[in-house]
């Protein structure tokens, strides 16, 4: 198993651009996370899926930031318009089943910075 | 779900025991204890996890007290390859991880 795989690993891009984080999550998991991880906030969650659908955005910051899952293989966020505030490293996770999702699987992470 | 104190860091000789302390003074009787570790640039790895009963699996060993209110995880012979932020989490079955600060352990030969 390939694990979960997030792209791209790095992420450059000037303030008021868009950017987009991918994530391919473990075959066969119905559950998936996007974390967010910075030196002065920790590891936070942001939102998570069950089956493609969103259960929970509490963790999303504001508006500018989106997350979608079209099927069971892929997911995005997408943050617009970025801001210098946005740096940090984005994990997406993934879990097999709701009896079994505190054994969440993560990806290697995107680190992303806005100049 | 419960506050976890866990200190900020520790060292351990390689080979030796890891022993990490997490106290969860609030435990709830329906709250597990769940560990994660971060090896540096990578992320979270599920590590053990328990409910009152001590539990082993490859990787360590967990010890939760009779009353609950702490635990400690145990690596048995830590390598070069252990040192990590390990994180001590406590909430529901089915709830969302929400990790703090962790134990930052270094692991020296």
């Known amino acids: 198993d390939a694990g979960v795989i997030q792209s791209p690993r790095h992420e450059v891009t000037e303030m008021g651009q868009e950017v987009t984080l991918r994530c391919k999550p473990i075959s066969g998991h119905d559950y998936l996370f996007w974390y967010r991880q910075t030196m002065m906030r920790g590891l936070e969650l942001l939102i998570y899926f069950n089956n493609n659908v969103p259960i929970d955005d509490s963790g999303m910051p504001e508006d500018r930031f989106s997350a979608k899952m079209p099927n069971a293989s892929f997911s995005t966020l997408k943050i617009q318009p970025s801001e210098p505030r946005d740096s940090a490293v984005y994990f997406c996770?993934?879990?097999?089943?709701?009896?079994?999702?505190?054994?969440?699987?993560f990806g290697p992470g995107t680190r992303l910075t806005v100049t | 779900d419960a506050k976890t104190t866990q200190p900020t860091s520790m060292d351990c000789a390689e080979g030796r025991a890891a022993n990490l302390p997490c106290n969860h003074s609030t435990i709830s009787g329906n709250e597990y204890v769940y560990w994660y570790r971060q090896i540096h640039s990578q992320g979270p790895q599920y590590i053990i996890h328990g409910l009152k009963n001590n539990e082993t699996n490859e990787m360590a060993s967990l010890i939760i007290t009779e009353d609950r209110k702490s635990s400690t995880l145990i690596l048995p012979h830590a390598t070069l390859r252990d040192t990590a932020v390990y994180y001590c989490i406590v909430m529901e079955y089915g709830n969302k991880l929400v990790f703090g600060a962790g134990t930052i352990l270094r692991v020296k030969s």
């Open positions: 996770a993934s879990s097999p089943d709701r009896l079994n999702n505190y054994e969440q699987y």
